[in-house]
């Protein structure tokens, strides 16, 4: 039992070094591996940084794969935790008028406690002990960031998925359908919505290729923003149109499924303008590209819900 490799009562940092595992019984195996453990002689003993280090591992092999830096001593997550508590409050009680002002707040500080991590020179392979030398988070391909918010979006295309098939069954279960009326088909927000999407797409790929070729990612992030934007602007004419939420289940529906495309593009725009911000600040290079990677996620997930939901709004309207 490796809790039995330090010292009791065990310091604030549990593990002087890590130590590298290869049976069930590791202590059992090799009973001088405390006195080791306490010399530094496993992996990142050395704390001469002075940062907050571990390790991530792949997944297969358990061998070290990249050195992840923890962010210091901050008071942000406790006020980024409050103002989202006051953005579900305000939701609860009905006082909309906070709302847009906590979604605000949310950002602002969000963006304040990301811009914090990361480093504005390449710093290559980090020796973390044992003869073994690994990049930063910064400087691979899939940082935790990216892990992330790939298990976010599986979570949150689960709740995607709930929202359209509960608009199938209410087509094909629920009394009153079809609604009195569909929603008016708009060519122009169709047109809107497939150009941005694609715009989107196409320019966050091109930056990431044009970054790794040592070239510079901002003609591709601006196109980027344009096509998020673009689709910002087509969730919102689809919106203004679309009939009252109150009338029929049905507009009720699109209501949501417009205000989930919109949030989501909004979300796309802002990190991508916040990957832009980073760019300009010397926090990215060619070697320094998880960020870019991270954000490509989220706008491939912003195309699959855009190819979702206006068929879903529009169709109906032009097949009838």
Same mark, same amino acid.
């Given at each position: 039992?490796?809790e039995?490799a330090?010292?009791r009562?065990?310091?604030a940092?549990n593990?002087a070094?890590l130590?590298?595992?290869?049976?069930?019984?590791?202590?059992?195996?090799?009973?001088?591996l405390p006195?080791?453990l306490a010399r530094?002689?496993?992996?990142l003993g050395?704390?001469?940084?002075?940062?907050?280090?571990?390790?991530m591992?792949d997944?297969?092999?358990?061998e070290?794969?990249q050195l992840v830096?923890?962010?210091?001593?901050?008071?942000l997550?406790? /006020?980024l $935790?409050?103002?989202t508590g006051?953005f %579900?409050?305000s939701? @609860?009680?009905?006082l909309?008028l906070i #709302?847009p002002? *906590?979604?605000?707040?949310?950002?602002a500080?969000?963006?304040?406690?990301v811009w914090?991590?990361?480093s504005?020179q390449d710093?290559?392979?980090?020796l973390?002990?044992r003869?073994?030398?690994?990049?930063?988070l910064?400087?691979v391909?899939?940082?935790p960031?990216?892990?992330g918010s790939?298990?976010?979006l599986?979570a949150n295309?689960?709740?995607?998925?709930?929202?359209?098939?509960?608009y199938?069954?209410l087509?094909?279960i629920?009394p009153?359908w079809?609604?009195?009326?569909?929603?008016?088909p708009s060519?122009?927000?169709?047109?809107?919505?497939?150009?941005?999407a694609?715009l989107?797409?196409a320019g966050?790929?091109?930056?990431?290729r044009?970054n790794?070729k040592?070239?510079?990612?901002?003609p591709?992030l601006?196109?980027a923003? /344009?096509? $998020?934007?673009?689709l910002?602007?087509a %969730?919102?004419?689809? @919106?203004?149109?679309?009939p009252?939420? #109150?009338?029929? *289940?049905?507009n009720?529906?699109?209501?949501?499924l417009g205000?989930?495309g919109l949030?989501?593009?909004?979300?796309?725009s802002?990190?991508?303008?916040?990957?832009?911000?980073r760019?300009?600040?010397?926090?990215m290079?060619?070697r320094r590209?998880g960020?870019l990677?991270?954000?490509?996620?989220w706008?491939?997930?912003?195309?699959?819900v855009?190819?979702?939901v206006?068929?879903?709004?529009?169709?109906?309207g032009l097949v009838?």
């Open positions: 039992m490796l039995w330090i010292p009562p065990s310091a940092y593990f070094s130590p590298r595992v290869n049976s069930r019984e590791p202590l059992w195996d090799d009973p001088g006195a080791r530094g002689e496993g992996y050395d704390a001469a940084s002075g940062r907050r280090e571990t390790l591992i997944s297969a092999t358990a070290p794969e830096i923890y962010p210091a001593n901050t008071r997550p406790i /006020a $935790a409050a103002v006051v %579900f409050l939701l @609860l009680v009905k909309y #709302t002002v *906590a979604i605000a707040a949310v950002a500080l969000g963006w304040r406690w914090q991590l990361g504005r710093e290559g392979d980090q973390v002990g003869g073994v030398a690994v990049p930063t910064a400087e391909s899939r940082p960031g990216w892990w790939m298990f976010l599986v295309a689960t709740l995607f998925g709930s929202l359209l098939f509960g199938a069954f087509w094909t629920a009153g079809p609604p009195p009326a569909f929603i008016a060519l122009l927000t169709m047109l809107v919505a497939a150009g941005g694609v989107a797409v966050v790929t091109f930056s990431g044009s790794q040592g070239g510079t990612p901002v591709g601006l196109a923003v /344009a096509g $998020a934007l673009g910002v602007a %969730f919102s004419m689809m @919106l203004w149109s679309a009252p939420a #109150t009338g029929h *289940a049905y009720a529906t699109i209501l949501v205000c989930y949030a989501h593009a909004a979300l796309a802002l990190m991508l303008i916040f990957v832009l911000a760019h300009r600040a010397g926090y290079s060619q590209r960020e990677s991270i954000v490509r996620v706008i491939m997930y912003l195309f699959a855009t190819g979702l206006v068929p879903a709004v529009y169709l109906p009838t």
